[in-house]
């Protein structure tokens, strides 16, 4: 759409499927492929290419495509959302050990309860000096 920061999305409805395929519906989550540039939206040719490759493939693309049985979806009440079975990443973000993110989470919560502590004690004096 021109001029909209709104996510387009393509349907492609086949009635002969090949029979692997039979039973499944493939998502692809291109938005990470579109190009952006003042106001308009597109897809260069090596993002094109990459689609179709996609959707020519039998293989999932973690991040990118996947193959999802219909039992599943309809498990998830008929629901297509595309991230409900795409889960986008960031290529780039460097990995975590469980231990470093566990490390973080201590530090965090501990912050966490000292900050409410501290309100607690801001309250406390609050209520008294009335």
Known sequence: FYNSPMEA???????KKPAGRQGWI?????????TREKSQSFLDEEHIEK?????????NIAGFS????IEEILAKGANLSIPRYITRYDEDAEAQSFESV???WVEY??????????????LRKVRYDE
Request: overall charge negative; some cysteine; hydrophobic content about 40%.
């Open 9 to 15: 999305c393509v349907i492609v409805c086949r009635t």
């Open 26 to 34: 493939l998502f692809i989550n291109a938005v990470g492929e579109v």
């Open 51 to 59: 689609i179709l490759a996609a959707y020519r493939s039998d293989e």
């Open 66 to 69: 996947r193959h999802v049985p």
């Open 102 to 104: 566990y490390e973080d």
């Open 109 to 122: 919560s501990t912050e966490k309860d000292d900050a409410v502590e501290s309100l607690r004690a801001v």
